[in-house]
């Protein structure tokens, strides 16, 4: 997949790349995997045009890791867990960027995971919509994310508001997908349909109020999340 068309952050180019595949934010029990750096948004509120890696790391790839790349630090760091006896609860598959970008690399990832670590809870961060754009339109694909060992999505949606995802989340960059709200719902639906436990991601900006995105949540019948704005 080409990767020309895609948002890498406005860090690109100024700070140092570094191999950061395995980090974490919230205590050892919970490691995230940066799989990748390119997304097709280029949300107005993006933390990596402000910081190289959520405050904790630098996040910033010199290139896409490879699944053995990325299943080889998972295990380094799983070990030193491990070894330090804490016991590892949750997975999360995120990247500085959008993850289901590579969406094929998912399963491996997926598999290696269960196969190592049977009992954590494995999610994926992720926009929805480039499901639809870059990998299939047939819905029944989540599915495999589920039968593959997922199950959770933390869906970004960011805003209950097309008009305003427009011009938070900018899908599509400069040329805007208009279809890329609707599709996050239809992706939203589809993985509650196939039992995945689906948290919908809000920011706390554009005049957000929490009663509409708590009814956005609840008519879906997802749970949800509000996200303050990290400085
Ligand atoms: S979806 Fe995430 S990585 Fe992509 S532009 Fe928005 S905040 Fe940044």
């Known amino acids: 997949m080409s990767t020309n068309k895609f948002n890498f ?6 700070v140092q790349f570094e191999k950061n595949l395995v980090y974490c934010r919230r205590g050892l029990n919970e490691l995230s995997l940066n799989i990748n750096n390119a997304c097709p948004n280029s949300c107005v509120f993006c933390i990596r045009d402000r910081d190289a890696g959520w405050g ?6 010199l290139k896409e890791p490879t699944v053995k790349e990325i299943t080889n630090a998972f295990d380094s760091e799983t070990k030193k867990i491990r070894d330090s006896g804490v016991k590892l609860t949750k997975v999360k598959i995120c ?10 690399d998912l399963f491996p990832i997926l598999a290696h995971i269960k196969h190592t670590n049977p009992r954590a809870l494995i999610q994926l961060t992720t926009t929805g919509w480039p499901f ?7 819905i029944s694909k989540i599915k495999d994310l589920k039968n593959g060992g997922l199950t959770d999505v933390y869906l970004s949606i960011s805003t209950p508001n097309k008009e ?3 011009k938070i989340v900018r899908p599509g ?3 805007y997908d208009p279809l890329a709200f ?3 719902i239809r992706f939203c639906i589809a993985a509650r349909d196939v039992g995945l436990k689906v948290t919908l991601g809000f920011i706390d900006i554009a005049g957000l109020k929490e009663k509409d995105a708590k009814e956005f949540a609840e008519k879906l019948n997802v749970s949800y999340k509000i996200r303050k704005l990290e400085k």
């Open 9 to 14: 952050g406005k860090l690109k180019g100024k």
């Open 56 to 61: 904790v790391s630098n996040l910033y790839l």
């Open 95 to 104: 990247g500085y960027g959008e993850p289901m970008l590579r969406f094929h």
């Open 132 to 138: 639809f754009r870059y990998f299939s339109k047939d």
């Open 164 to 166: 305003v995802y427009k």
């Open 173 to 175: 960059i400069d040329n």
């Open 182 to 184: 609707d599709d996050t």
